[in-house]
């Protein structure tokens, strides 16, 4: 439709049916059959049934046939036709799951995220689906808050490359073409640095805190085209975001420049009269439409006051129309008014969902996402040796994570599965050991609309540790499936103890006492106090929650097939007190090095200040030798850029990719700028023996920052550079900046 259409269309709407383009309902309003309106939770929220069924778009919902009887229906009684958007959660896959988005990030390969949000796009868009709730480009830098999982880490360049994959990924060039769905950037702003990582909690960010870190990845997916973005749940400074009219319209609108969709989160212009910002409903209703807030997910103050504050003058129409304007933009940019059904498709959902190459890829991203922490020679493992898997994770289909409910578990591969397929089964040995959670911390998850495991009588959890540890001390290897409950991150999993639950604990240390060879594969959707487990451990292979094929990418890591080569994307802390702890952080006036005796100094009297394992780091089965730094000049100006260089060289027997790195500091500027700060990385993969030199261009713009005067811009004078294979790389050079005045 061309925009003057659109413009007819909308002036030929009553208010109320205005209104309704701007509530978005959840599913279960809708029954399976499509005529009736549930009644009930919606007369709590002063919806009516008229609402519910008018309601423009609605989220959670998917299966093709469903969808497409649903629009039918929708479109005969909408007065003008107007199609209905379909929204959900689709995260890090429908049904083929994918490593969690902070497992991706370690891939460091935006191009792998784009190739998932693309396959995860397909199967949304084959059951029915318009618009996915996602990419979550939060920057974090607290593991207690549960969602770091949904994210792509702590640092800003690597989450602004990656939540702009995601969207190209999810949208494609054009969101009407086939297998194509609307991306949602979300949570804006801030989300992720709630404080003490308690989940919804208060977020206080300075100006150039929000601005050089937090803003970045928002503005790199909005750029990217994002159709949607969604507000943030918590308060900003003092005011909820989504009710915050500077955040949506002045920074969002004016300085981004987004001009698609903004949708609430979930119930949250309801939230801002908890916040204790808006007085009641309606004022939180016209609040957030003032602020631009087009879309009000789930709290029914939009239906329920905007009519009456329209009627009695306490807002302007005009706001009204700018938001339901977006939203029909929106449907038209999907090509609803052509094809109100899209892809839906329930032929094809038979053949896409879960094929092959969806799989593939799952296996591929899943063995990708892996981070080698630690190998005493143990890894890759010899198949023909006596092995002994223990660990509640070795025959566990729970792999998935919380945000991936579309996803069945039972079509995950566990790593019992694919490990029968390649090792000695004379000389192997599966065992649990224990389950996965303790009944205490079992309890604590109580109220998940989830099954929670069954607890286990402590008779069976000893006699379980007994025959785990028999089998150990029979066994030259060990190899423990360990971790989280995957229940144990994602929304409102915020832990204050990053630990592994106690009852597995207990397997690991009796374990630990009969057998040295043990390999630790962790699975946990956040950062976790790894201490005594790496201590302990010959070798520790991080997997995240790996998805469906995660079973077999595990096997093909352990056994050498894949040399493993993710970096962390979020710095593991030394323990829970040194949060938060991340590479990019300011130094102080009297900055620690291990090994100086002074008094006053900034450290911890009890923990060093470094993390156990740094952002960017992650070994390889094979080793590689990286040259010192060469430049090519020792300016750069506004017009001349200069390359850094390294040699890196595999000087192992194993092919193996590494990950570079290129880290710069602003050495002296207005406002104090990072220790090291991420500008680049690239993927180098080298047979043994092979090298590559591995070039980064310095340009005057990826110098820029929120300078001391409020403007963006660079300023003169001496930077640093590193060139290595992860944060806490010392390879170093120095350039200087000197612009035109
Ligand atoms: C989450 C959002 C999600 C929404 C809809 C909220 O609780 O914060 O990320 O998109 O629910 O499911």
Redesign the pocket.
């Known amino acids: 439709m061309q925009k003057t259409e659109l413009k007819k269309l909308l002036e030929s709407m009553s208010l109320q049916e205005k209104i309704d383009q701007m509530l978005q309902l959840?599913g279960s309003f809708y029954s399976e059959d499509t005529d009736e309106v549930l009644t009930g939770p919606e007369s709590e929220l002063g919806i009516t049934d008229e609402d519910v069924r008018m309601a423009g778009s609605i989220?959670?919902t998917y299966g093709a046939q469903y969808l497409m009887e649903l629009q039918k229906s929708y479109m005969e009684k909408q007065p003008h036709h107007i199609p209905m958007l379909f929204?959900?959660?689709v995260i890090h896959g429908m049904k083929t799951i994918f490593p969690i988005p902070l497992g991706q990030a370690a891939a460091f390969e935006p191009e792998l995220s784009k190739r998932c949000a693309s396959a995860a796009a397909k199967e949304a868009a084959v059951s029915g689906l318009h618009v996915t709730?996602?990419p979550?480009v939060d920057l974090v830098r607290d593991a207690r808050w549960g969602?770091v999982m949904?994210s792509g880490g702590e640092d800003p360049f690597l989450s602004s490359r990656l939540a702009q994959a995601q969207v190209e990924g999810f949208q494609g060039k054009d969101m009407s073409e086939p297998y194509k769905v609307c991306a949602?950037v979300?949570?804006f702003a801030g989300?992720g640095a709630a404080q003490a990582g308690r989940e919804y909690h208060t977020v206080e960010l300075s100006e150039h805190t929000l601005r050089d870190f937090y803003l970045p990845a928002y503005k790199a997916g909005i750029d990217a085209g994002s159709g949607m973005v969604?507000t943030a749940?918590n308060t900003l400074n003092g005011i909820p975001a989504s009710t915050n009219k500077w955040l949506m319209r002045d920074v969002l609108r004016d300085e981004m420049g987004f001009d698609g969709v903004l949708v609430s989160?979930?119930s949250a212009i309801a939230e801002t009269v908890v916040h204790g910002h808006s007085e009641d409903l309606k004022d939180a209703a016209k609040k957030a439409l003032e602020a631009g807030v087009d879309i009000d997910?789930m709290s029914g103050a939009y239906a329920a006051n905007l009519s009456t504050l329209v009627k009695e003058g306490a807002v302007d129409e005009a706001f009204i129309d700018e938001s339901v304007m977006r939203i029909l933009e929106l449907k038209n940019k999907l090509g609803l008014f052509e094809n109100p059904y899209k892809d839906a498709d329930p032929e094809k959902e038979k053949t896409v969902i879960l094929c092959d190459e969806h799989r593939q890829l799952a296996g591929e991203a899943a063995a990708k996402s892996f981070v080698l922490l630690k190998n005493e020679g143990v890894l890759p493992v010899d198949t023909s040796k006596k092995t002994a898997f223990i660990g509640p994770y070795t025959n566990n289909k729970e792999i998935k994570s919380s945000w991936a409910f579309i996803g069945d578990s039972q079509d995950c591969v566990t790593i019992e599965e694919a490990a029968r397929e390649v090792f000695d089964l004379t000389r192997t040995t599966f065992h649990a050991g224990s389950p996965v959670l303790g009944n205490d911390d079992a309890q604590a998850l109580k109220g998940f609309a989830e099954k929670l495991p069954d607890p286990v009588p402590e008779e069976m959890q000893l006699s379980m540790l007994k025959e785990a540890v028999q089998a150990a001390k029979e066994a030259d290897t060990v190899i423990m499936p360990l971790g989280e409950y995957y229940l144990q991150s994602g929304?409102a999993t915020s832990r204050a103890m990053l630990d592994i639950p106690d009852v597995q604990m207990r397997l690991f240390r009796e374990v630990a006492k009969v057998n040295e060879n043990i390999i630790v594969v962790l699975f946990n959707g956040r950062p976790l106090d790894l201490r005594e487990i790496s201590r302990k451990a010959k070798a520790v292979l991080e997997v995240w929650l790996p998805g469906t094929e995660g079973g077999h990418a595990i096997v093909d890591v352990l056994t050498g097939k894949v040399n493993p080569s993710g970096k962390l994307p979020m710095s593991f802390p030394y323990c829970v007190g040194q949060i938060p702890v991340h590479y990019n952080e300011y130094s102080t006036g009297r900055p620690y090095q291990p090994g100086m005796q002074a008094r006053y100094l900034s450290k911890y009297l009890d923990i060093p200040n470094t993390p156990l394992y740094p952002f960017g780091y992650g070994m390889s089965y094979t080793d590689f030798e990286i040259s010192p730094v060469t430049l090519s000049g020792e300016t750069v100006t506004e017009k001349t850029s200069i390359t850094a260089a390294v040699t890196v060289k595999n000087t192992g027997t194993l092919s193996g990719t590494q990950t570079l790195q290129l880290y710069i500091q602003d050495v002296s500027a207005s406002v104090v700028r990072p220790v090291k700060e991420l500008k680049g990385f690239q993927k180098t993969e080298l047979a043994p023996g092979e090298e590559a030199t591995v070039q980064f261009v310095i340009e005057e713009p990826m110098l820029r920052f929120l300078r001391a005067d409020g403007t963006v811009g660079s300023e003169d004078g001496r930077f640093r550079l590193w060139i290595g294979d992860s944060s806490d790389t010392e390879n170093a050079a120095g350039f200087m900046l000197k612009r035109e005045m």
């Open positions: 959840v989220e959670g929204m959900m959660d709730f996602a979550m969602r949904e949602c979300k949570h989300y969604m749940f989160d979930f997910m929304e």
